[in-house]
C-alpha cells in the first residue's frame, strides 16, 4: 500500500485537476449559449436560402448559374474538413477526421483527393498523410460572415476553373449539447431539387429569374459554409462542456476512492502504532 504521503500529493493532484475541469466546463457553458443562440437564429435562413436556390436551379433554363451547378465527370475532389482549434472536447475531432479519410478511401477512392483545413486539430492530423490545399484555422479568431465568404470565394473560384470537379464539406452539425451529428454535405456543384419538390411553389421574379439566381448562388454558397462552420463551433463548446462535466466526476470518484484509501492506511498506522506501545509496555512489565 502507498504510503501516506504519496496518497495525500494524489488527492491534491485529483483536486487541482477537478478545479481546471469545472472552469473549463463554466467557460464552454457560458460559450455554448452564445454560439447556440447564433446558429438556432440562421439555420432557418439558410435552410430557406439553400431550398428556394435548388429550386429555381432546377427550372432555370440557358447557362445563367450553370458554371456552379456543372456535374463534371469527378476526378478531383476537394474535402472542407471543420474542426476546432483546440482539444478536450471528447470525440468531436476525431469523428470529422474519420469522416474526411473515410471519403478519401471509399467514396473518392482512386480519385485526386485534396483537402481544405478550418481547425489546427485537422492540420495536424491530415497533413502528415494528406495534401492540404489550404489552411484556415485562424478564422475561429475572428468568426463573421465576411471573413468566411472569402474562403467560400476561393472555394467558388477553385470549382468554376475546373481545379476541382467536386467539393464537399465534413462537419459537425449541432443537435444539443451532449449531441453532435457528423455531415458530409456537397457544396458544388449545386444539386438542384428533382420531381414535384422543384415546383412546388410558384414565383413572380423582378427582373428575371436568371439575374436573381446568377446574384443568389454566390449568397447561398457563402451561407451554407457560414452555417456549418457556426454549426462546428457550437458542436465544439457542446462536446467539451460534455467531455469537461465527465471529466470532473471522473475526478471526483477517484477523489473519493484515493480519500478512502488514505483513511485505511491512517487508521492501519495507528492501529501499528497504538500495538508497538502496548507491546512496549508489556515488555518493560515483564
Do not use: W
Not at 26 to 33: E, I, P
Not at 78 to 84: C, K, P
Not at 120 to 147: E, G, R, V, W
Amino acid at each position: 500500500m502507498a504510503n501516506l504521503k504519496e496518497i495525500r500529493n494524489r488527492i491534491s493532484s485529483v483536486k487541482s485537476t477537478m478545479q481546471i475541469t469545472s472552469a473549463m466546463k463554466m467557460v464552454s457553458a457560458a460559450k455554448l449559449k452564445k454560439a447556440q443562440d447564433a446558429i438556432t437564429a440562421m439555420r432557418p435562413y439558410a435552410d430557406k436560402l439553400t431550398e428556394l436556390l435548388q429550386s429555381l436551379s432546377a427550372s432555370l433554363d440557358g447557362d445563367a448559374g450553370s458554371k456552379f451547378a456543372d456535374n463534371r465527370e469527378v476526378n478531383k475532389v476537394l474535402v472542407v474538413s471543420i474542426t476546432s482549434n483546440r482539444g478536450l472536447c471528447g470525440a468531436f475531432n476525431t469523428n470529422i477526421i474519420k469522416q474526411s479519410v473515410s471519403l478519401y478511401h471509399g467514396k473518392y477512392g482512386g480519385k485526386q483527393v485534396d483537402f481544405v483545413v478550418i481547425g489546427k486539430k485537422a492540420n495536424d492530423i491530415l497533413s502528415k498523410k494528406f495534401a492540404i490545399a489550404s489552411n484556415h484555422s485562424d478564422i475561429y479568431d475572428d468568426l463573421t460572415f465576411d471573413n468566411v465568404a472569402e474562403i467560400a470565394e476561393n472555394l467558388m473560384q477553385r470549382f468554376t476553373e475546373g481545379e476541382y470537379d467536386r467539393i464537399d464539406l465534413v462537419y459537425n452539425s449541432f443537435k444539443n449539447a451532449a449531441t453532435q451529428i457528423v455531415k458530409s454535405e456537397q457544396f458544388l456543384p449545386i444539386v438542384p431539387m428533382e420531381g414535384e419538390a422543384s415546383n412546388a411553389a410558384d414565383y413572380i421574379f423582378e427582373p428575371s429569374k436568371a439575374e436573381i439566381v446568377e446574384q443568389l448562388i454566390p449568397k447561398s454558397l457563402k451561407t451554407q459554409l457560414y452555417k456549418a462552420i457556426r454549426d462546428s463551433f457550437a458542436s465544439e463548446h457542446g462536446a467539451r462542456m460534455t467531455a469537461m462535466h465527465k471529466a470532473t466526476d471522473n475526478a471526483g470518484e477517484l477523489k473519493d476512492q484515493l480519500t478512502l484509501t488514505y483513511n485505511k492506511a491512517r487508521q492501519a498506522a495507528i492501529t501499528n502504532e497504538i500495538l508497538e506501545i502496548v507491546g512496549g509496555a508489556e515488555a518493560l512489565n515483564n
